[in-house]
Nanobody, 127 residues
Framework: QVQLVESGGGLVQAGASLRLSCATSGRTFSIYAMGWFRQAPGKEREFVGAIRWIGGTTYYADNVKGRFTISKDNTKNTVYLQMNSLKPEDTAVYYC????????????????????WGQGTQVTVSS
């Protein structure tokens, strides 16, 4: 089992920055990649980006590329989502998730690809 706990959400104005954290614990050696997703009211859960647990390579959805950055602190087993130039359309509950599919050669962007999920943290961007 892998446990994930997100933190760092809040209410900010458009143009501001926010950093989300995802603390991992448990069988972290079983993690191949960590993903960030978000879900706005009435919408499907949407892929934001992902990072390989080993190596730290990243991949982003087009609508956040250049504004959001995913990083990992290996000493703390924590993954971060730095969000800059926030827009009202970024308002959602943000989730981190762990993917245990070792050896995948493509980036996995669907929620069902991920085995473990955090509880989510609310991000609200006012205009």
């Amino acid at each position: 089992q892998v446990q994930l706990v997100e933190s760092g959400g809040g209410l900010v104005q458009a143009g501001a920055s926010l950093r989300l954290s995802c603390a991992t614990s448990g069988r972290t050696f079983s993690i191949y990649a960590m993903g960030w997703f978000r879900q706005a009211p009435g919408k499907e859960r949407e892929f934001v980006g992902a990072i390989r647990w080993i190596g730290g390579t990243t991949y982003y959805a087009d609508n956040v590329k250049g504004r959001f950055t995913i990083s990992k602190d290996n000493t703390k087993n924590t993954v971060y989502l730095q969000m800059n130039s926030l827009k009202p359309e970024d308002t959602a509950v943000y989730y981190c998730a762990a993917d245990g599919a070792f050896g995948s050669t493509v980036w996995r962007t669907r929620p069902y690809n991920y085995d473990y999920w955090g509880q989510g943290t609310q991000v609200t961007v006012s205009s």
